[in-house]
């Protein structure tokens, strides 16, 4: 038996539809409403009288009691008839509140009840269809948009690529409608423009995951998080005006602005004020250490080294070893002319997926680079490795439609990088990745680290998570 209490217009349609199934019994006080309820069918009992009177339900039979519904729209009311469930008949049934005062929710914090906001509901509904591609779902999850159902309508670097391939960090690929047809997505699965795909994770990552799909728009760094972390230094005073640059550019949404022994000029003050930037300036006395590991928000953290200052390499080396999200290195080489993406790395795809969608947003050429062993030196995982980036590479070339360059140089992977960077003409933005957790050994230091470290470039380091080696 299920017990109504309260109703009003909407409530009684709800009520013909719940009677179809279960048993009801209604308390109501208002008689005309009893009166009109009484041909409603078999399956419902009526009680006239006062739902929150523990005398009335004491009347009732309530071992025969499922779950209680409560539909009233005074929040006091509804909260009262709960306790009487709970604490008066020790019923543990589940209770159902429609929650009709915004500012009722925070009565029920306590409560072991499920409340559900109609109003909610209907709002949710309507921007469902405003939404033409990703609809969120509205009865299951915290309803806060960390479920969504979305139509992959556009080409992008996340479709037709295997799923063990794109290694997404907050966002889970749930299920694919092919062809009216479910598909239980697998290492192998590969995302199809006309698929229809239910995705998890956090809210604001898959609104833009929603955009990639519906547009092919580039959303870097909003994977990692939505903000730009700047660390300022007195020794590089060109970090900032870099940083807004690039900031300028790339999805951040907001600066955050760590000042320790550094101070802004009137002058980016003013550019700052008067540009369409948020900003936030924090007066922290932290190390740069603290400041990779601290900020969640961030999508990517600014910083700047000297390149050939032992004392910054042995510091640059416990930052990256700390370090989450990307890392920008300014080295004042901003209006970038090229982006230059190293493949010389344990996965590829991270730097190449970043590579192409920072040289997107920037509206300018890019080109891949990797440096391989002498061929008479290549093992079998070698010329595998050598495949892998190959064929990556074609990937990305079928989808933008253009041939990439890619040039395959051999000897030490650092050494040759560093010379083919020096060589290159123009202002150049670096691609690389490195081990997350690991920036190598002060001897045998990363690829990916130590290029971008000794480059005259400035640079963007990707860390990613090595699982099986």
Excluded at 448 to 469: D, H, L, W
């Amino acid at each position: 038996m299920i017990v109504f209490c309260g109703v009003g217009f909407f409530e009684e349609n709800l009520l013909n539809e719940i009677i179809k199934h279960w048993e009801v019994t209604v308390i109501e006080k208002d008689k005309n409403k009893i009166d009109k309820l009484q041909s409603a069918g078999k399956n419902i009992t009526l009680t006239e009288g006062d739902a929150t009177s523990a005398v009335l339900w004491k009347k009732l039979d309530t071992e025969g009691i499922e779950s209680v519904i409560v539909t009233f729209r005074d929040s006091d009311l509804s909260l009262e008839v709960c306790w009487i469930v709970r604490n008066i008949l020790k019923l543990d049934v589940p209770i159902i509140v429609l929650l009709y005062e915004k500012e009722g929710e925070k009565k029920f914090e306590d409560s072991t009840v499920t409340l559900i906001k109609p109003m909610d509901i209907s709002i949710n509904i309507i921007l469902n269809k405003l939404h033409k591609n990703y609809s969120r779902a509205i009865d299951i999850g915290q309803k806060k948009g960390e479920i969504i159902e979305l139509n992959v309508m556009s080409k992008s670097h996340i479709t037709d690529r295997k799923l063990k391939n794109l290694r997404p960090s907050k966002w889970h690929l749930a299920a694919i409608y092919r062809n009216n047809e479910l598909v239980i997505p697998s290492g192998s699965t590969r995302i199809k423009v006309g698929d229809r795909i239910v995705v998890a994770g956090e809210p604001k990552i898959l609104e833009n995951l929603a955009g990639i799909f519906s547009k092919g728009i580039p959303q870097f760094p909003l994977q990692y998080g939505e903000d730009m972390a700047v660390a300022l230094d007195k020794r590089h005073s060109w970090v900032l005006e870099e940083s807004v640059f690039l900031n300028a550019a790339i999805r951040t949404n907001n600066l955050r602005i760590l000042i320790r022994d550094s101070q802004i000029s009137d002058e980016l003050k003013n550019k700052l004020d008067t540009g369409k930037l948020s900003y936030k300036i924090e007066e922290e006395n932290k190390s740069k250490i603290r400041f990779v590991e601290n900020k969640e928000n961030a999508g990517i953290h600014a910083l700047s080294f000297n390149r050939s200052n032992l004392f910054d390499y042995i510091r640059a080396r416990e930052i990256f070893k700390s370090a989450e999200k990307p890392i920008f290195i300014s080295r004042n080489s901003s209006k970038y002319e090229k982006v230059i993406i190293s493949l010389n790395c344990f996965d590829p795809v991270y730097p190449m997926e970043t590579g192409v969608e920072v040289a997107r947003l920037f509206n300018i050429d890019f080109e891949v680079i990797y440096v391989t062993l002498p061929k008479g030196m290549r093992g079998d995982a070698e010329e595998i490795r050598l495949d892998e980036r190959r064929n990556l590479v074609k990937d990305f070339g079928n989808l933008y439609r253009k041939k990439i360059p890619y040039k395959i140089m051999e000897g030490n992977p650092i050494v040759q990088t560093l010379e083919y960077l020096g060589s290159t003409n123009g202002k150049i933005l670096y691609i690389s990745s490195f081990k997350k957790g690991s920036a190598g050994s002060l001897l045998k230091p990363e690829v990916g680290f130590y290029t971008a470290f000794r480059s005259e470039f400035s640079s963007i380091v990707i860390p990613q998570k090595v699982e099986n080696e």
